[in-house]
């Protein structure tokens, strides 16, 4: 059973992002502030759910929530500042839109950067573990998944519908023949065999 957040006593927002690991589009964070009183059996880290699960949840935390707010990085800014600095931004940016000041941060992973003054906490596997963490999570992810769907129709052939930007051996053979887009990493290692290096 998930607990609701760090420290219960206090306003804690929980944040994650979705994305990182993508060859294409950006990078999404979310931040949400759930009710003391919120409980939900279904709800669990986002990669642990199915779509359908996901957008129940998504639609059920969006009506349940105090305050939540998703911010989407580009790729662009991505290259420019790497993506773990464009992943804090992200989780920064959504915690800076919250109609209500936290007053401790949850965050999922092991990386974060002193946000104003609030304290935080960094939970690695924290979307298994807090409703706060894991609720941000789902937000990231089917925002994420909206966009990645949307842009789609603009560049059907690398069926990002489906793969969402991941590097699935699809997403990869396209690249090879169609190159790629206003949309690709360009500082991610978008084919296996790019920049590869006779090591001895």
């Not at 773990?84 to 915690?95: E, H, T």
């Amino acid at each position: 059973m998930l607990q609701l957040k760090v420290h219960p006593e206090i306003i804690e927002c929980g944040t994650d992002e979705a994305g990182r690991g993508c060859l294409a589009g950006p990078v999404t964070a979310a931040a949400i502030i759930l009710p003391d009183d919120f409980s939900n059996s279904l709800l669990n880290d986002s990669k642990q759910l199915s779509e359908k699960n996901r957008g129940s949840l998504k639609l059920l935390l969006e009506d349940c929530s105090l305050t939540y707010s998703v911010t989407h990085i580009t790729n662009e800014k991505i290259d420019e500042i790497n993506i773990l600095n464009a992943s804090i931004l992200a989780m920064q940016q959504s915690i800076g839109k919250l109609t209500i000041r936290p007053q401790h941060i949850a965050v999922d992973g092991n990386r974060f950067k002193k946000f104003e003054d609030i304290p935080h906490t960094c939970v690695i596997k924290g979307d298994a573990k807090f409703l706060n963490i894991a609720a941000a999570s789902i937000l990231a992810k089917t925002y994420r998944d909206e966009f990645m769907e949307s842009i789609h129709e603009e560049y059907p052939m690398y069926n990002w519908k489906k793969n969402k930007g991941y590097p699935t051996t699809e997403h990869r053979e396209a690249i090879k023949k169609y190159g790629i887009t206003k949309y690709h990493r360009k500082s991610f290692r978008l084919l296996p065999d790019q920049l590869s290096l006779d090591l001895f």
